[in-house]
């Protein structure tokens, strides 16, 4: 609605009297009548559309980092890398203040993998895997750990170290074997080809049909589980099937397994140790292989 002054006018506020302006005095004595709007305007310039908003320094208080979350249990973070020197820094310095133990499965890098991380991380323990490949070196580095909780993040920079107590929350709160999800609200990959998401989708079902689980994501190495279902997880697996294959011994044993968003960055330097086809088929006869009832009859 607009009302017109005897001007012929528009007001610029409709409330707005006709004939009487804001401030304006009334009977001789009275004191001149305000409103609301005159109060404002003596307080602060008008802003007008298209003044930019005041620029505000920053203040620097104390920084929230990922690192405040407690739990009450002890925590082993267990890292498997081969030639990562470095990626290793960008990991370690994000390891939150939860974590009490760091385990290094170092594959006999050939180049200063070690020495990164000793000195990012001087407590840092070393272990030997034995023989190479992703499986061998972290069931080696699980058989060391001594946390009630364990974590395995992988060394290249491809998972977030702040992202570690959301797996930890979940575990405070009964669930048994927590993995990170690419595929939930939340989550994402900035790494996975086309390739590689299609041949995650198609094990994805498999698993899920085999093993009668509602996951959204298999072949993600970030991961955390309670250190005492060790022994139900089994793991035997030498390469990169381990991941699924402490999935699928995870939905076999009945463990109660809760998925959290990640988001799965890329490679921050160095050259993959995965390929996919091979390593696709490897996953594909581990599902196969130990999937419930497989073993009747035979
Ligand atoms: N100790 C050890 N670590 C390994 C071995 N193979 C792979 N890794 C580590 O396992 C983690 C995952 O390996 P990647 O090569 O990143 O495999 P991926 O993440 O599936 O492949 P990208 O997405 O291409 O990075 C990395 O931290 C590797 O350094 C191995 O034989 N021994
Ligand atoms: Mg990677």
Known sequence: MSTTLPTGQPSANPATPSGSSPGTPGPPGAR??????????????????????PVRPLVRG???????????HTVSLVVPARDEARNIPWVFEQIPSCVDEVILVDGSSRDATVTMA???RPTVRDVDQGAPGKGNALRAGFAAATGEYIVMID???????GEIPH???FLDHGYDFVKGSRRMAGGGSLDLTPLRALGNKALLLVVNRLYGGLLTDLCYGYCAFRRDFLAELDLRATG???????????????????EVPSLELPRRSGRSHL????????????????????GEGR
Do not use: K, N, Q
């Open 32 to 53: 001149p009548r305000r409103r609301a709007a005159d109060r404002i305007a003596d307080r602060a310039p008008m802003r007008r559309a298209g003044d930019r908003p």
């Open 275 to 294: 390929h996919a086809v091979s390593d696709g088929r490897r996953v594909l006869r581990t599902l196969l292989a130990e999937r419930p009832g497989a």
């Open 118 to 120: 000793r000195a990012c």
């Open 155 to 161: 060394a290249d920079g491809s998972m977030w170290p």
């Open 240 to 258: 990169f099937e381990i991941e699924a294959e402490m999935i699928a011994h995870a939905l076999r044993s009945g463990l109660r397994i809760a």
């Open 167 to 169: 797996f930890l929350h």
């Open 62 to 72: 104390p920084a929230r980092r990922a690192g405040d979350y407690r739990t009450r």
